[in-house]
């Protein structure tokens, strides 16, 4: 799994993933200056990087947590580059050129653009 962001929401489902490692692989994506200190955040165990040709293997799942600038930064890519893309920030579905470029490679790529139902804890989460 990869994680796109590591501000409140990515720390809020990072913490919520399953304690036992060995099952799933953590993956984290954020911007260079904050590498370092994610990585000392999170241990060893995780890998952490600020591009996804960083990245060791393909994620089977991506999920972004940074914003409606990383669904459209990030969510073509990750479709075509094999992963399936969960969109916590869904306002940003609301550009219709976002959304055709997203829908378009979950149809070429055969992957799946994932919109999760209810709301998305905010800054009150």
């Known amino acids: 799994i990869l994680l796109i962001g590591y501000g409140a929401i990515g720390q809020l489902v990072a913490a919520e993933m399953p304690n036992e490692r060995k099952r799933i692989k953590l993956s984290v994506l954020v911007r260079p ?7 000392r955040a999170l241990g060893e165990q995780v890998e952490v ?10 994620p089977e799942l991506a999920i972004e947590c940074a914003g409606h600038g990383a669904v459209a930064q990030y969510g073509e890519a990750c479709i075509a580059n094999g992963s399936d893309f969960l969109v916590t920030s869904v306002g940003a579905l609301t550009d219709a050129d976002v959304l055709k470029r997203l829908t378009d490679a979950a149809r070429i790529h055969l992957g799946k653009l994932l919109i999760p139902a209810g709301a998305i804890g905010g800054v009150d989460a």
């Open 49 to 58: 990087v600020s591009r996804l040709d960083q990245m060791e293997e393909v």
């Open 33 to 39: 200056p904050y590498r370092e200190e994610t990585q």
